[in-house]
Every structure is written in C-alpha cells, then in structure tokens.
C-alpha cells in the first residue's frame, strides 16, 4: 500500500459510514493518520462506533462528524467542525442513487443528489485545496461511477452527477501536476455495498446486480494506490464496460446501457 503519511494532517473521508466509504476510512487509519468521518445524520451511532474503533486499533485521533452533505450550508457547517485542523487527505465519497424515470423522480430527491454528489465536492474541494497547495502536500480523491462514464437512461440524474465528478476530477489533475497535490478519481461498477439496498433496489435484482461486483475495500485500495500516478481509474470490468462503449456509436451505447438498465433492474 502506498504511504500516505506524507500528505500531512488530517484525512477528511465523506459517506464513511459503510460501503466505500468505510473501506477508505480503515486503510487511511491502518496508516497512523488522523481522519474526520462525515455521514448523514441517521448513522451517528454507527459512525461513532466506527469512529472509536480505528482510534482505539490505530492510536490515532477520529472525529465523527454528522453532516447532511445535501444541506445548503453543509460546506460551511463541515469547515466550522474540523476548525483548524489542516486537511492533507481529502475523499469526495458520499452518494446514493435515484433510479427510475427521470420525470417520475421527486424533485426534492433529485436536488439533493445534485447536491451530495456535485455542489458539496465541488466546493469542499474549493476550500481545502488552497491549504494543501501552501504546504505543497495533500491529495484529492473522487469518487464517480461507470454509469458517469457511460450515459444511462432511468438514472440521468445520477449518470449527469457522475460525469460531472469524473471531469472534474480529472481536469483538477492537470490543472495541480506539480504543485504537490495528486488527485485522482475512481469510476467503479457495481460494488458490494448496501447502495442498491438505499436506492430501493428489489433483494433479486441486488442479487443479479452483484454477481459480478468488486469488493470496496478493493476499490479504495485502487484509488489509494494511484493518487500521484494516473488521472482516472477504475475497476476492470468498469474500465472494460467504459472502453466499449467508447467504440460504437453514441446511439448504440446508450440503447445498451438502456437495455441493461432494463434487463437488470425492477424500480419502485
Ligand atoms: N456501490 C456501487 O455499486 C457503486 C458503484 C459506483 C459508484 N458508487 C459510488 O460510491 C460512493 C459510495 O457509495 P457506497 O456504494 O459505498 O454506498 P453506501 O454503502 O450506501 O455508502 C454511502 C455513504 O454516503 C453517505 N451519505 C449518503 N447521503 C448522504 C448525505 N446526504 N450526507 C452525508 N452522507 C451521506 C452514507 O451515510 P449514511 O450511512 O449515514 O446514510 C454512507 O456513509 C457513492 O458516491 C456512490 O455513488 C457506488
């Protein structure tokens, strides 16, 4: 596993509650380093609990922090939590999904997803990243999905957020070369997490859905091991999904995906 020490101060892992997130927390803490927790507020006493164990394991400090990320205000009630703490590591992870027909999807919903998964990492980032690049250390990490590699219909909202995450990501890359920041941004497939399960997915389309599914704990380790080395990763049967759909017409990947989406899962 790659050091991680040497981005200095306090990780700062979102949606670390379970899932991906949770898989990030354990590796960052398994390294001595610092970490602040961010999940939404109906899991405080799971994050707590996770909270107090990676310090009592790690002997580090572990700060769990309930904060909805898709409260208007949640970038500056986040930055008034960790005070002065100088952020080296910083994991844009939090998400759900909102499945479905686009003009079924409750506004409110659709709103908040923009929110967690676009307006909160966009201007976190914003504001921890003049503090890594004065110390010439720290690291950016995002996290997309193939679906924003790939447009698919019945989750557009999702797909559209993703995307935006994975251009993102990548243009802060170029943009820092040099300036002793590294991002990089991840785009898994389905992982096994409990994502489908919060997005109302049935147990025997999660089953179908999961066949083939990577483990979280690999994905964070795959982001983890190329921060400093590539602009954009991914797991192999993302990147495989990804590279085909870059060689055939736009037309026929989106009716693929459209077939898949339909193939695979039933929405409430
Ligand atoms: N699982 C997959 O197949 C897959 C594939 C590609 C990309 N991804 C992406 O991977 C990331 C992590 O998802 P996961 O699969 O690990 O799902 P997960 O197990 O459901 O974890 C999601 C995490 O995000 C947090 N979260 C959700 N909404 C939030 C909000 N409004 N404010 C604060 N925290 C919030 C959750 O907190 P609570 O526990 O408190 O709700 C939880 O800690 C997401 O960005 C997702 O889009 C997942």
């Given at each position: 596993m790659k050091n991680l020490t040497r981005y200095n101060g306090w990780a700062l892992i979102t949606g670390a509650s379970s899932g991906i997130g949770e898989a990030f927390a354990r590796q960052i803490a398994a390294q001595g380093i610092d970490c602040i927790l961010?999940?939404?507020?109906?899991?405080?006493?799971?994050?707590?609990?996770?909270?107090?164990?990676?310090?009592?394991?790690?002997?580090?400090?572990?700060?769990?922090?309930?904060?909805?990320?898709?409260?208007?205000?949640?970038?500056?009630?986040?930055?008034?939590?960790?005070?002065?703490?100088?952020?080296?590591?910083?994991?844009?992870?939090?998400?759900?999904?909102?499945?479905?027909?686009?003009a079924t999807r409750p506004p409110s919903k659709i709103e908040q997803l923009l929110h967690v998964h676009c307006r909160t990492p966009l201007l976190l980032t914003r504001a921890l990243l003049p503090?890594?690049?004065?110390?010439?250390?720290?690291?950016?990490?995002?996290?997309?999905?193939?679906?924003?590699?790939?447009?698919?219909?019945?989750?557009?909202?999702?797909?559209?957020?993703?995307?935006f995450i994975l251009n993102l990501g990548q243009a802060l890359w170029g943009e820092l070369r040099g300036s002793g920041v590294d991002v990089v941004t991840i785009y898994p497939g389905a992982t096994r997490t409990r994502f489908f399960e919060v997005e109302g997915i049935g147990e025997k389309d999660r089953r179908r859905l999961l066949r083939l599914a990577a483990s979280p704990d690999y994905v964070a380790r795959l982001a983890l091991r190329n921060l400093g080395r590539k602009p954009v990763v991914a797991p192999p049967q993302a990147w495989a999904g990804a590279m085909l759909?870059?060689?055939?017409?736009?037309?026929?990947?989106?009716?693929?995906?459209?077939?898949?989406?339909?193939?695979l899962v039933h929405y409430r």
């Amino acid at each position: 596993m790659k050091n991680l020490t040497r981005y200095n101060g306090w990780a700062l892992i979102t949606g670390a509650s379970s899932g991906i997130g949770e898989a990030f927390a354990r590796q960052i803490a398994a390294q001595g380093i610092d970490c602040i927790l961010i999940a939404l507020e109906s899991d405080a006493t799971k994050l707590e609990a996770l909270a107090a164990e990676l310090a009592a394991q790690h002997g580090i400090a572990c700060l769990p922090l309930t904060q909805d990320l898709a409260a208007p205000d949640a970038v500056e009630k986040t930055l008034a939590a960790i005070g002065d703490r100088p952020v080296g590591l910083l994991i844009n992870n939090a998400g759900f999904g909102v499945g479905g027909a686009f003009a079924t999807r409750p506004p409110s919903k659709i709103e908040q997803l923009l929110h967690v998964h676009c307006r909160t990492p966009l201007l976190l980032t914003r504001a921890l990243l003049p503090g890594m690049i004065a110390r010439r250390a720290g690291a950016v990490v995002f996290v997309s999905s193939l679906i924003g590699a790939t447009p698919t219909p019945f989750e557009a909202t999702y797909s559209a957020c993703k995307a935006f995450i994975l251009n993102l990501g990548q243009a802060l890359w170029g943009e820092l070369r040099g300036s002793g920041v590294d991002v990089v941004t991840i785009y898994p497939g389905a992982t096994r997490t409990r994502f489908f399960e919060v997005e109302g997915i049935g147990e025997k389309d999660r089953r179908r859905l999961l066949r083939l599914a990577a483990s979280p704990d690999y994905v964070a380790r795959l982001a983890l091991r190329n921060l400093g080395r590539k602009p954009v990763v991914a797991p192999p049967q993302a990147w495989a999904g990804a590279m085909l759909a870059r060689f055939v017409t736009r037309r026929f990947a989106i009716r693929m995906t459209q077939c898949l989406v339909r193939l695979l899962v039933h929405y409430r």
